[in-house]
Antibody, heavy 118, light 108 residues
Framework: QITLKESGPTLVKPTQTLTLTCSFSGFSLTTNGVGVGWIRQPPGKALEWLALIYWDGATRYSPSLKTRVTITEDTSKNQVILTMTNMDPVDTATYYC??????????WGRGTLVTVSS | EIVLTQSPGTLALSPGERATLSCRASRRVISSYLAWYQQRPGQAPRLVMYGASSRATGIPDRFSGSGSGTDFSLTISRLEPEDFAVYYCQQYGELPQTFGQGTKVEIK
């Protein structure tokens, strides 16, 4: 059974850097064809794709956030980390990580709400 | 990037009725790489359909998907109480992946 769980701060100040961890089980990120993605959703709004890391270590980013976002993996810990710099109140959202398979997302974490406020 | 436009924004129907949701892409979606997700209040999205017409694991057969190119639809043949939710389409054939703005299916 594949599970994912997001963790990190619930409140960050403007200009700070956000670091979120996705801890997963039930699959290996080294398996051909597998990926983990990050998606966010501002309160009451639609989903927004942020980044994806593939089984071979390749990464892809949303063009609008490419300069601020980094996705990395720690395969020994079964974790994927999202880092977002220069946080702003408009970045307030629920952040989800999800298991990617060709590259729709078939299993999602429950999400973590991050509020950006001073 | 491919822009996905979903219609209608809200669909008010009664249990047992048929729901048809539309997702239109600003340009052709490669290989019908289009997915649909269901999101109930306070929950994470749940995959319903992928490849435009393939049901995800555990999704009942009252859900069906169709379409190709730029026009796609999700049909729920007979609405059950648990089907009232927001539905999002997503194209994953081209980066960046993009989502539609969602269609809310609410109880009439």
């Amino acid at each position: 059974q594949i599970t994912l769980k997001e963790s990190g701060p619930t409140l960050v100040k403007p200009t700070q850097t956000l670091t979120l961890t996705c801890s997963f089980s039930g699959f290996s990120l080294t398996t051909n064809g597998v990926g983990v993605g990050w998606i966010r959703q501002p309160p009451g709004k639609a989903l927004e794709w942020l980044a994806l890391i593939y089984w071979d270590g390749a990464t892809r980013y949303s063009p609008s956030l490419k300069t601020r976002v980094t996705i990395t993996e720690d395969t020994s810990k079964n974790q994927v980390i999202l880092t977002m710099t220069n946080m702003d109140p408009v970045d307030t959202a629920t952040y989800y990580c999800a298991h990617g398979l060709s590259w729709y997302f078939d299993v999602w974490g429950r999400g973590t709400l991050v509020t950006v406020s001073s | 990037e491919i822009v996905l436009t979903q219609s209608p924004g809200t669909l008010a129907l009664s249990p047992g009725e048929r729901a048809t949701l539309s997702c239109r892409a600003s340009r052709r979606v490669i290989s019908s790489y289009l997915a649909w997700y269901q999101q109930r209040p306070g929950q994470a999205p749940r995959l319903v359909m992928y490849g435009a017409s393939s049901r995800a694991t555990g999704i009942p057969d009252r859900f069906s998907g169709s379409g190709s190119g730029t026009d796609f639809s999700l049909t729920i043949s007979r609405l059950e109480p648990e089907d009232f939710a927001v539905y999002y389409c997503q194209q994953y054939g081209e980066l960046p992946q993009t989502f539609g703005q969602g269609t809310k299916v609410e109880i009439k």
